[in-house]
């Protein structure tokens, strides 16, 4: 079963019987290449992990777009005698399930940490999920005994993980210090700017001297999705893509020369003037989540691939929202916030980089429920974006407005404030004077101020990733330690 994606590639979770056939517990298995079999694909993929005490392990594969990971985010406590379904597929492709009822614990004459159901099946059902009726994960089977059929709960599955994600958190760590180290033996040089940029200005740390094979991640530059006049943009009529593409503005706040936030923004109508929704990130202090930077410059870079100064009208660090106008710059049609209902419709997020005005859209429909508990206000989609994308729209392939996107590595699916929401803020901010009337002591941004409805634990916590220098294969590792430290943080 899918435990995690990044891109194209995908890690499994499986029985540790796969290794046990070998009948050498002591050898050396890191190199083992593993087929793997979904419908009509078969793709080699290889070993990352294992635990053989806990009948685990862990196998890496690319290119089988349809799966998707199993969700972790409602593992659930075992009620006795609840119906579940175990799952598995064989070599043909077939899927199979079969019912059952939990039992409880195992007796300690097998293995105290394991749970047992009543479903009754054969060897391909090993390493396959077990769910609920509602479709919560509850864990992973593993063999039929005397005491019925085995599996790993959840908890212990999602401890597992973690685990392997801290092994290779300490080896990346280490060779971090390796690195530092052999950088204080080498007379500093610096880079090529030509290739790199100017890091600092871009407000990017430097990369170690022997940076060889290391990248950039989490940059305001990282694209997503389609660039525009591919892909999706194909299947929009020719009226909403010129449309999109007068109404995406990209933003940028500097503190002195220094960038601090790119983000995506939008014309919206408002006070017949051309003013921008887009996300309070972009002026948000990373030191202190409820305080903005003062003296702020912000650019616009404008649809007609213009800069020009912005000026902050309103914000409010609550629900992750701004309002910055420009002058001088005529907005045909700018996007109207009103009631639309999608549902069971394709949705499309768009952004627009800063850098290079390079515009982006991809494709996903709305996830049913939400995803976290700390801010229900929010709705999810399954568009995948970058930073670059936090406060880019979602619209309906009709290009009606359905919300503005934000970015959170820590959860599956891309969570966005909807139009509702936005209705009522923008409400709220007529009822108060701009920033620049009140000397920045802004009277829109009153954190005790709520939506009514809205009961949310920890409303502003608006995260975002900082940009820093690793290696391609720590990359999925350190992306998944993120999804499973929020997902242990969340109150259930």
């Known amino acids: 079963m899918v435990v995690q994606r990044d891109g194209h590639v995908i890690k499994l979770l499986t029985s540790a019987s796969l290794l046990k056939a070998f ?51 409602n593992v659930q406590k075992f009620v006795p005698h609840s119906m579940v379904v175990a799952l598995g597929r064989d070599i043909s492709g077939k899927l199979m399930a079969t019912g059952g009822l939990l039992i409880g614990g195992s007796s300690g004459s097998y293995n105290p940490k394991l749970m047992s159901s009543t479903c009754k099946f054969s060897e391909v059902y090993e390493g396959g999920p077990l769910f609920d009726f509602d479709g919560d994960f509850l864990g ?85 999705g389609n660039v525009c006049g591919k892909g999706v943009w194909s299947e929009l009529s020719e009226d909403v893509a010129s449309n999109i593409c007068e109404n995406i503005v990209a933003l940028a706040s500097f503190n002195g020369e220094k960038r601090s936030f790119a983000c995506t923004g939008f014309f919206i109508e408002w006070n017949e003037c051309a003013t921008i929704l887009t996300s309070a990130n972009l002026l948000r202090d990373p030191r202190d989540a409820d305080k903005i930077i003062k003296n702020l410059r912000i ?13 902050v009208q309103h914000y409010n660090l609550r629900y992750n ?17 009103q009631p639309y209902r999608h549902y069971a419709s394709e949705l499309l997020a768009v952004g627009c980089i800063f850098k290079s005005g390079r515009l982006m859209a991809s494709r996903g429909r709305q996830l049913p429920i939400g995803v976290t508990h700390d801010r229900k206000f929010l709705g999810y989609s399954q568009c995948t974006i970058t930073k670059v994308g936090i406060g880019g729209p979602l619209l309906g392939f009709d290009g009606n407005f359905v919300g503005m996107n934000f970015y959170d590595e820590g959860v599956e699916g891309t969570p966005f404030l909807s139009w509702c929401e936005i209705c009522e803020i923008l409400k709220y901010f007529k009822t108060k004077g701009t920033v620049a009337e009140h000397r920045h002591g802004n009277p829109s941004d009153v954190l005790d101020w709520k939506i009514v409805g809205d009961d949310s634990v920890f409303p502003a916590r608006w995260l975002v990733p900082k940009p820093y220098w690793c290696y391609p294969e720590f990359l999925v590792q350190h992306k998944l330690a993120v999804k499973m430290s929020r997902i242990e943080t969340i109150p259930c």
């Open 23 to 73: 009948n050498d517990e002591s050898q050396d298995h890191d190199n083992l290449k593993v087929e793997v079999h979904h419908k009509d694909a078969v793709v080699i993929g290889s070993l990352r992990e294992y635990h053989l005490d806990h009948n685990m392990a862990a196998v890496v594969v690319e290119n089988l777009p349809d799966l998707r990971p199993v969700p972790f985010n």
């Open 321 to 337: 929202v701004a309002l910055v106008s420009v002058k001088d710059y005529r907005v045909l049609q700018p996007v109207k916030i």
């Open 140 to 224: 992973m089977n593993l063999s039929l005994t005397t005491e019925g059929t085995l599996f790993v709960p959840g908890d212990r599955v999602l401890d597992q993980l973690v685990n392997w994600i801290l092994h290779h958190e300490v080896k990346f760590a280490a060779r971090l210090a390796a690195l530092k180290a052999l950088r204080s033996s080498f007379i500093y040089t610096f880079l090529n700017k030509d290739q790199y940029g100017d890091l600092e200005s871009l407000g990017y740390p430097e990369p170690p001297i022997s940076n060889d094979g290391m990248i950039l991640a989490n940059t305001f530059e990282e694209p997503f």
């Open 299 to 311: 650019k616009v870079l404008l649809p007609n691939n213009r800069r020009t100064k912005g000026t």
